[in-house]
């Protein structure tokens, strides 16, 4: 029986990858740990897993509204804080496997110079995060410390991506061979049954970003007199009594996603992997507004885009040029283009492909 801990960070769509991997690793029979904010222990605990909290770590509240530079320094400080490697060392043993999500470069490097078996666990596009994020104000900021992320990226034993390569910008790319594109980590998918009318889910991250409540409305006003039904949810981030929606809309904080999914026609959301990702597992289209620059999520709704399966447009889009965006997908071969992306992950699943690597590891040597 082998010994896997897990390290991760409240972030929204960082942890669906991370769970799915760990919950096919318990299954197997192999003693499962993971360490996080203490606000995630309900999801971990609820899935069979051992929790451990972060005791000696800064508060963290993602979906807190807060300035551009409130969050490079608030997300600066979880990437960098000494606190979390220090807690995951503790944790783990000599022959344990750790599992850190790919932004805890603290973590990375402590457990690496522990001489621990360290595996990367990237959660979105690789293309992200080793050029905007690696180059970006957080990457810089890390560097100043001494936490060169590609460099400890390279240094593990295992490099997870748990995305489509072919959406991936990087995919293309020849990578160590301890890179690994395992496909998207989420539950089994079947094809969206539209309903009639059609019907809309919007989501715009359970994060807060500025300005998120006034997009919410612009969708629900140029939606108003569309023929079809409107499914919002806010998440942490925005009250639903803050939003003013019209007769064909119903404002939820939270819906599991995948219910609604199942008879909808057409997704707006903010460019976030692990949402997109799900819409297009479904077979559905997008329309991607991306809430913040600095974030992958303008590079999703590229990638979206330029495979046909959606549009991009911008956060401050009128209500009118949503109303124009959705009546472009709904009437256009966007479709088409996202069932061919869901027809062809399903009969494979990133968690069983993660955790094979991940079990096998011990006997490998690390790829410098």
Known sequence: MSDVVFATLDAGGNVPPLLGIAEEVARRGHRVRVLGHERQRTTFEAA????????????????APMSTLQGVRGWSRQVNEAGKGRELVELASPDSVVVVDCMLLSSLRDAQQAGLTTVSLVHAFHAYFDGPWRRGPIGLLAKLKGLNPRRLWNQCHGVLVCTDRELDPSGSK?????FLWTGPVQPPTQPAAPASPARVLVSLSTNAFPGQRKVLQNVLDGLADVPVDVVL???????????????????HAFLPHDEVMATCSVVIGHGGHSTTMRALAHGLPLVIMPMHPLLDQ???GKAVEAAGAGVSIKRTSSPT????????????????????IGARWRGSDGAVVAADRILAL???????
């Not at 069979?48 to 979906?63: K, Q």
């Not at 020849?174 to 301890?178: A, D, F, I, L």
């Not at 011990?362 to 410098?368: A, G, M």
């Open 298 to 300: 303008p590079m999703v």
């Open 321 to 340: 040029e949503i109303r124009s965006a959705l009546d472009t997908v709904l009437d256009g071969p966007h479709r088409d283009a996202a069932s061919e």
């Open 48 to 63: 069979g897993l051992e929790f451990h909290a972060y005791r000696d770590v800064e508060p963290w509240e993602p979906s």
């Open 233 to 251: 949810t806010t998440g942490r981030a925005v009250d639903p009594a803050e939003l003013t929606p019209p007769a064909n809309a119903e404002v």
């Open 362 to 368: 011990k006997s490998e040597p690390v790829s410098q």
């Open 174 to 178: 020849n990578w160590p061979s301890s």
